[in-house]
């Protein structure tokens, strides 16, 4: 491969940079990166930002990820304008792209990379040149199976003999068993590694199974069996290759929905089969993943009408945010402070952000925001 360090063109080439199409293994990771290093190494591409003005000239900002996080990157062209424009347009979000001569600065408290197009460049790279795993996060193969092992023991709980034949139809199939267990459960919000959505149902499921042992009245294979399937539809709304994304599926129509419509398509698959399923039973588990999210804001198109419906929501709700919670502390502390941690509660705080000192345990409120 081209070492991009000792490259010795002039700044109005570094698009021609070419490749000797060997695959490289990451050595930069975001999470390791510290301020006045000097970055030579592969990132995709999240996000772009338009290039635009500055007083020396025109320049453009990205977010770039590796498995380990994301940085901003911003890079500083000179004044010809349309030599920058063809270099932000060289590469498109997804791409990995290989960078030569960033350097590591603090910027309000965060780390980002500086590029100066006389000293350094981009270069997208083709899929020859790198290994997907060192840009999504990815729980190791062990831990997916044990929690899936975990997640069959309460699958073997459900006693209703057409809930029993619904997960069935699902679970027996191995391609839906391999997808299910290793798909992200969101972008960036939480679980969002290969396996996250295994990991997060599980954790739905296990708070759903407490809260039916203390509320008795509430049909708990009812409750589980939503709590299983209730993100299903990620499955089809995401894709993972060096990032998270979204399918079309998913930016049209949602996961919520699709789950929702998957599930009709077994229980009609099921009735061809002469399995009997009652249709209030069909419509209040489809209600269940429909209004899982609790309210229209936050996506559900509808509103919890029954009480294992309010409770899936609540689970839902409790492990994702606690989860979201403990990422963003892991974060934190990563870029400010080993000892110290951002959290955010706007109904405790006013939507002012508070860092915890976890050593002295006390909290220390702070006027600038992020």
């Not at 006693?159 to 199939?173: K, T």
């Not at 919670?325 to 502390?333: A, M, S, T, V």
Request: net charge negative; charged share 30%.
């Amino acid at each position: 491969m081209t070492d991009l360090f000792h490259y010795e063109k002039q700044a109005d080439e570094q698009t021609m940079i070419k490749p000797d199409g060997k695959k490289r293994k990451k050595i930069q990771f975001i999470e390791k990166l510290h301020e006045g290093e000097t970055v030579n190494d592969l990132f995709s591409v999240k996000l772009k930002n338009a290039p635009r003005g500055y007083k020396k000239g025109t320049f453009f900002d990205l977010i770039l990820t590796d498995k380990t996080g994301e940085i901003n990157v911003k890079f500083w062209g000179g004044n010809n304008k349309e030599r920058v424009k063809r270099l932000f347009e060289s590469f498109s979000t997804g791409d990995v792209v290989q960078l030569r001569s960033g350097s590591v600065e603090r910027y309000q408290d965060r780390l980002q990379i500086s590029i100066n197009e006389k000293t350094g460049g981009i270069r997208r790279c083709n899929a020859q040149e790198y290994d997907e795993s060192d840009f999504v996060a990815a729980l190791s193969e062990g831990e997916i199976k044990r929690l899936f092992e975990s997640m069959q023991t309460y699958i073997e709980t459900i006693s209703n003999p057409s809930l029993n034949a619904l997960l069935e139809s699902f679970f027996e199939d191995e391609q839906f068993v391999e997808a299910y267990t290793h798909t992200p459960s969101a972008m960036s919000h939480h679980h969002n590694v290969i396996g996250g959505n295994l990991q997060h149902s599980l954790g739905v499921v296990k708070l759903s199974y407490s809260i039916a042992e203390y509320y008795t009245d509430l049909d708990r294979d009812l409750l589980i069996t939503g709590a299983i399937l209730h993100d299903i539809g990620k499955i089809k709304s995401y894709k993972t290759t060096t990032t998270i994304g979204r399918t079309d599926v998913g930016n049209f129509i949602g996961h919520i929905v699709v789950g929702s419509q998957w599930i009709q398509d077994k229980i009609s698959g099921l009735r061809k089969k002469d399995i009997s399923f009652d249709e209030v039973l069909e419509l209040k588990l489809c209600h269940m993943i429909l209004s899982h999210h609790g309210r229209l804001e936050y996506g559900s198109p509808k509103l919890p009408a029954f009480p294992e419906a309010a409770a899936l929501f609540q689970a839902d709700l409790m492990d994702s945010q606690v989860k979201n919670f403990l990422q963003k502390i892991e974060q934190k502390k990563e870029d400010i402070d080993e000892h110290w941690s951002f959290m955010y509660d706007s109904n405790i705080n006013g939507k002012k952000p508070v860092y915890i000192d976890f050593e002295k345990q006390k909290n220390v409120s702070v006027d600038d925001t992020l």
